[in-house]
């Protein structure tokens, strides 16, 4: 099949707020004609940040208004007649609650292909993930022999984990996240807007981290790591961004000041424009104990930003021999490495930066990253429509 006739493809998504598998989705349809043209995108539940951004590409998105946790016979049955009246030429889906169920949706629609989207390294048990979350994944890894044509991961380490717990290894294929390194850069401008906002002096040394308050994250280890820092006498601020991370939390606050932290730490909640924020910082660090593709270490890299990070994922993959690597649920090691990097001059700072902003372009471009998911999509559609299967 040739790409000049744009692919009609039909996005099933769970849902439409910020997070890894809403942003790529946005960025393939944001930077490729090509996928944006024929494109709609259905979320499961409802349109959110990423739905409304989306919309203003002219791509349609449309909501079944499901509620999480909850399985609702007419929304599905709504999505099949969707599917069956505008037989697109592929389906993908993100996340395993829409590759569950948009999956089988194609399958009754008129066997249409499927495309299934992975984005978690790996499935860990409770609290770390729900109950629901867990038997959707295990459904999922039995039909996935069956149903999709070809399952994207976004990280080795995803792929992996996916196959032992017992996904089809031979339908895997991994795309990893592509990054922009012209909206995310080295701005200076937006350093000395952002630090004068926020009553920070051009020589204080700014660690920062962007997530959402989650237990994967560990912020627990970041404060603890911080307390570590501080009491070795070093000084600092520590900047944090995401949802969940602002003054409404009282679980976060109260930590805060349980470890004296709170005239070092200032708490941003969610921000639009994290491009924005990234270069006001002279130390990125990511403290989680799970992650499968960490986006906002590649942006944060495309900033020029030397990494701390914990070994979860692709993250030591993505940062490479730029920054340092420590072992996660250690505040010990997290403090030893932050140190490091903080004691660096502020020109060895800068030049581990440039070194990560030069690799992010390097080994994963965005443009890389999107001319793969087409080359994907033009084989199973081209794969389909040779076999006559519809």
């Known amino acids: 099949m040739e790409m000049n006739r744009q692919l009609k493809i039909k996005h099933i998504i769970t849902g439409l707020s910020v997070g890894g598998a809403e942003m790529m989705l946005y960025k393939l349809l944001a930077y490729s004609k090509?996928?944006?043209?024929?494109?709609e995108v259905i979320s499961l539940t409802t349109s959110g940040p990423i739905g409304e951004r989306i919309k203003e590409l002219g791509v349609p998105?449309?909501?079944?208004?499901?509620?999480?946790?909850?399985?609702?016979f007419l929304p599905i049955l709504k999505l099949i007649r969707c599917l069956y009246r505008d037989k697109p030429d592929l389906v993908q889906t993100w996340?395993?609650?829409?590759?569950?169920?948009?999956?089988l949706a194609a399958k009754l629609a008129g066997r249409i292909p499927v495309i299934w989207g992975i984005r978690h390294s790996s499935l860990k048990k409770p609290p770390y993930e729900k109950p629901n979350t867990l038997r959707v994944a295990k459904f999922c890894a039995y039909l996935s022999n069956?149903?999709?044509?070809?399952?994207?991961?976004?990280?080795?380490?995803?792929?992996?984990?996916?196959?032992?717990?017992?996904?089809?290894?031979?339908?895997?294929?991994?795309?990893?996240?592509?990054?922009?390194?012209?909206?995310?850069?080295?701005?200076?401008?937006?350093?000395?807007?952002?630090?004068?906002?926020?009553?920070?002096?051009?020589?204080?040394?700014v660690i920062g981290m962007v997530a959402?308050?989650?237990?994967?994250?560990?912020?627990?280890?970041?404060?603890?790591?911080?307390?570590?820092?501080?009491?070795?006498?070093?000084?600092?601020?520590?900047?944090l961004c995401g949802d969940g991370v602002d003054s409404n939390n009282q679980e976060l606050n109260s930590r805060i000041k349980d470890l004296n932290l709170h005239r070092n730490v200032i708490l941003l909640g969610r921000q639009k424009e994290v491009e924005k924020i990234l270069p006001a910082f002279d130390i990125f660090v990511l403290s989680s104990?799970?992650?499968?593709?960490?986006?906002?270490?590649?942006?944060?890299?495309?900033?020029?930003?030397?990494?701390?990070?914990?070994?979860?994922?692709?993250?030591?993959?993505?940062?490479?021999?730029?920054?340092?690597?420590v072992p996660p649920k250690s505040p010990i090691a997290l403090a030893e490495g932050l140190e490091q990097l903080i004691l660096m001059s502020s020109e060895q700072r800068k030049e581990k930066g440039l070194l990560a902003r030069k690799r992010i372009k390097e080994l994963?471009?965005?443009?890389?990253?999107?001319?793969e998911y087409e080359e994907i999509y033009k084989e199973v559609a081209s794969h389909v429509r040779n076999s006559r299967i519809y």
């Not at 090509?34 to 494109?39: I, K, T």
């Not at 079944?64 to 399985?71: A, F, H, W």
């Open 34 to 39: 090509e996928l944006r043209e024929n494109a």
């Open 61 to 72: 998105v449309r909501s079944l208004n499901m509620k999480q946790g909850k399985l609702s």
């Open 95 to 103: 996340m395993y609650h829409s590759d569950l169920i948009g999956g």
């Open 146 to 205: 069956q149903i999709p044509a070809k399952i994207i991961c976004c990280s080795t380490s995803s792929m992996k984990s996916h196959i032992e717990f017992g996904y089809k290894d031979s339908r895997i294929v991994v795309i990893p996240n592509g990054f922009d390194t012209l909206l995310f850069d080295i701005d200076i401008q937006s350093r000395v807007n952002v630090r004068r906002n926020f009553g920070i002096g051009d020589d204080e040394i």
């Open 212 to 239: 959402r308050y989650h237990p994967l994250k560990d912020y627990e280890n970041l404060l603890l790591a911080s307390e570590i820092v501080l009491n070795r006498g070093r000084c600092f601020r520590l900047v």
């Open 289 to 325: 104990c799970g992650e499968g593709f960490p986006n906002v270490v590649g942006e944060a890299m495309s900033c020029g930003l030397p990494c701390v990070v914990t070994d979860v994922g692709d993250a030591a993959l993505i940062v490479g021999d730029t920054g340092l690597i």
């Open 364 to 371: 994963f471009s965005l443009t890389k990253t999107i001319a």
